[in-house]
C-alpha cells in the first residue's frame, strides 16, 4: 500500500514532549515539570476568561487589537510593531518558516529550547548548536558559528532548561557581531522574573535594528499557559512578512480577553516574582545541603545535578519522586542527562521535593 509522503527531514524531528502531568495510579499530584506559574493566574484574568462564554459563537479579534494596545502601553511601545501568537512557540514556528529554508541554517546555544532545531527541521532547514560557558550561551561561540547559511539566530535569554542569562551588553554584542541579513531572535519568556540590573528583554535592540525582534509569553508569570498566548515586539518589515503567513484568527478570544486582565493586576504579578524571589535561593540551599547542586536560576525553574553513582542518579530519583507522585522533569533531551528540572512551586511543593530528596539521598544502597 502506497501512502503520502511528507517533505524531506520532517520523520526525522523527535516531536517535542513536554513535562509529564500524572502518574498511573496516583491522583494526588505535584506537578513542577513545566515550569508553570506557582501562584496561578490572576483572578481577574480566570473572570475575564469566564465573562467571553457567552461570544464563544463569535470569531476573536483576529488583530488581537485591544490586547497589543494593552501591551504598548504598559512597556511604551508602538502597539503596531506587536503580533500576538498562540503562545511564543507558534511566533518560533512562523519566523522560521518565513525566512528559512533548504541549505540554510537555524543557530542556537548547546542547551537552548527544544522548539528552535524542531522549527529549523520542519522548514527544511538545518539546526546548528554553539557550545556554552559553564550553562551560559557564549557570545563568541555563536558568532563563530555563523556562516552565509546562517539565516536565524535564536538566544533564550533567560535560557529554559538551565536558567542562565546574558548581559544586556553581551546581547548587544551578539548582534553587532551579526551580518545585517541574519535575524537575532531573543526569547525573553521569563523576563518578568529577572531582577539582575545588568539584564534587559532585548526591546531596546528591537527599537535600533532592522534585524531583531523579542518575543515573549503569557504562560509564565501571568499563569495562562493553558490559553496558549504570546506576543512579539519586530520591525514594521517582520511584522508585515509575519502577518502574511500567521492563521488569521490565530489568538482565541478568551486568551485575548484573559491577557489583557492579566496585564492590569500588576499586584498579582508582583507576588508572583515575589513568590519566585523568595523559593528560588532558598531551594538552592536546601538541595545543596543534601549534597544536590544546583545551577543559578532567575527563572521560576532551577535544574538539579545529581550523582553519577549507581541508584542516586538523576534517573533514579525521577523514579523514586515519581512514585511518591511528583513530577520534576527529565531534560536528557536538551544533553544535560545528570540533572532534572525543577519549577519552582508552592511553599507546600517545595517543600515536599526537598524532604523527598533528602530521603532519597539517605537511603542506604
Keep these: 500500500m502506497t501512502t503520502p509522503?511528507?517533505?524531506?527531514?520532517?520523520?526525522?524531528?523527535?516531536?517535542?514532549?513536554?513535562?509529564?502531568?500524572?502518574?498511573?495510579?496516583?491522583?494526588?499530584?505535584?506537578?513542577?515539570?513545566?515550569?508553570?506559574?506557582?501562584?496561578?493566574p490572576s483572578p481577574r484574568a480566570v473572570e475575564a476568561y469566564k465573562a467571553i462564554a457567552d461570544d464563544l459563537h463569535r470569531y476573536p479579534d483576529g488583530?488581537?487589537?485591544?490586547?497589543?494596545?494593552?501591551?504598548?502601553?504598559?512597556?511604551?511601545?508602538?502597539?503596531?510593531?506587536?503580533?500576538?501568537?498562540?503562545?511564543?512557540?507558534?511566533?518560533?514556528?512562523?519566523?522560521?518558516?518565513?525566512?528559512?529554508?533548504?541549505?540554510?541554517?537555524?543557530?542556537?546555544?548547546?542547551?537552548?529550547?527544544?522548539?528552535?532545531?524542531?522549527?529549523?527541521?520542519?522548514?527544511?532547514?538545518?539546526?546548528v548548536t554553539a557550545p556554552e560557558t559553564a550553562y551560559t550561551a557564549s557570545v563568541d561561540a555563536l558568532l563563530a558559528k555563523v556562516t552565509d547559511r546562517t539565516k536565524l539566530v535564536f538566544l533564550a535569554n533567560p535560557n529554559n532548561p538551565t536558567g542562565t542569562y546574558l548581559p544586556s551588553a553581551e546581547v548587544k554584542r551578539l548582534r553587532d557581531g551579526l551580518p545585517e541579513d541574519v535575524i537575532l531572535v531573543v526569547d525573553a519568556a521569563y523576563a518578568e522574573f529577572v531582577s539582575?540590573?545588568?539584564?534587559?528583554?532585548?526591546?531596546?535592540?528591537?527599537?535600533?535594528?532592522?534585524?531583531?525582534?523579542?518575543?515573549?509569553?503569557?504562560?509564565?508569570?501571568?499563569?495562562?499557559?493553558?490559553?496558549?498566548?504570546?506576543?512579539?515586539y519586530c520591525p514594521p518589515h517582520i511584522i508585515d512578512v509575519i502577518h502574511r503567513v500567521r492563521g488569521p484568527f490565530n489568538v482565541n478570544a478568551a486568551a485575548q480577553a484573559a491577557a489583557c486582565a492579566a496585564l492590569e493586576d500588576i499586584a498579582h504579578t508582583d507576588a508572583a516574582k515575589g513568590h519566585n524571589d523568595t523559593w528560588v535561593p532558598w531551594l538552592i540551599k536546601e538541595l545543596g545541603a543534601i549534597g544536590l547542586e544546583c545551577i543559578p536560576s532567575v527563572g521560576n525553574f532551577l535544574i538539579i545535578r545529581f550523582p553519577a553513582e549507581e541508584g542516586r542518579t538523576s534517573r533514579d530519583a525521577d523514579a523514586f519522586l515519581s512514585r511518591r507522585g511528583i513530577l520534576l522533569r527529565r531534560i536528557d533531551g536538551y544533553g544535560l542527562p545528570e540533572f532534572l528540572r525543577?519549577?519552582?512551586?508552592?511553599?507546600?511543593?517545595?517543600?515536599?521535593?526537598?524532604d523527598n530528596l533528602r530521603e532519597f539521598m539517605e537511603l542506604d544502597r
Design 5 to 40: 509522503t511528507p517533505q524531506p527531514g520532517i520523520l526525522d524531528i523527535a516531536p517535542y514532549k513536554g513535562g509529564e502531568s500524572g502518574v498511573e495510579g496516583l491522583s494526588d499530584i505535584i506537578k513542577l515539570s513545566s515550569n508553570e506559574s506557582a501562584l496561578g
Design 63 to 127: 488583530g488581537a487589537y485591544l490586547l497589543r494596545q494593552a501591551i504598548a502601553a504598559r512597556y511604551g511601545i508602538a502597539a503596531d510593531q506587536i503580533v500576538c501568537s498562540n503562545g511564543s512557540d507558534e511566533f518560533i514556528s512562523l519566523i522560521t518558516a518565513a525566512y528559512c529554508g533548504e541549505g540554510d541554517e537555524v543557530l542556537f546555544s548547546q542547551h537552548g529550547f527544544l522548539m528552535y532545531p524542531l522549527a529549523a527541521m520542519a522548514a527544511g532547514a538545518t539546526p
Design 196 to 232: 539582575n540590573n545588568d539584564y534587559t528583554s532585548g526591546m531596546e535592540l528591537v527599537s535600533d535594528n532592522a534585524n531583531t525582534v523579542m518575543t515573549r509569553t503569557f504562560s509564565k508569570i501571568y499563569g495562562l499557559a493553558g490559553l496558549r498566548i504570546g506576543w512579539t
Design 342 to 354: 525543577m519549577t519552582v512551586g508552592t511553599e507546600a511543593e517545595n517543600k515536599a521535593v526537598v
